[in-house]
């Protein structure tokens, strides 16, 4: 079993910055993927970022050269810094971790954006 807590979401101005935290607990393998989805109202959730153990990273077009994904495998953390956001990032921000054939999704944050 793996649990996900998400922190760090919040109403910002458009430009603005917010950092987003997903630490995992439970049975963690060394090699996994961990990622940051989003879902907006109306809208289907869609992957914005991954980043696997050794480090290796994935972008959306739509955040690329604004968000910055990064992990602590020693306090099995992964972060989200999403800096000059824009209305369009309003969403439900979801932490997954894919491991061994399986995910894992945690409860959501809120992120709006807006002035």
């Known amino acids: 079993q793996v649990q996900l807590v998400e922190s760090g979401g919040g109403l910002v101005q458009p430009g603005g910055s917010l950092r987003l935290s997903c630490a995992a607990s439970g049975t963690i393998f060394r090699i996994n993927i961990m990622s940051w989805y989003r879902q907006a109202p109306g809208k289907q959730r869609e992957l914005v970022t991954s980043?696997?153990?050794?480090?290796?990273?994935y972008y959306a077009d739509s955040v690329k050269g604004r968000f910055t994904i990064s992990r602590d495998n020693a306090k099995n953390t992964v972060y989200l810094q999403m800096n000059s956001l824009k209305p369009e990032d309003t969403a439900v921000y979801y932490c997954?971790?894919?491991?061994?054939?399986?995910?894992?999704w945690g409860q959501g944050t809120q992120v709006t954006v807006s002035s």
């Open positions: 980043i696997t153990s050794d480090r290796s990273t």
């Open positions: 997954n971790l894919k491991q061994l054939g399986t995910q894992a």
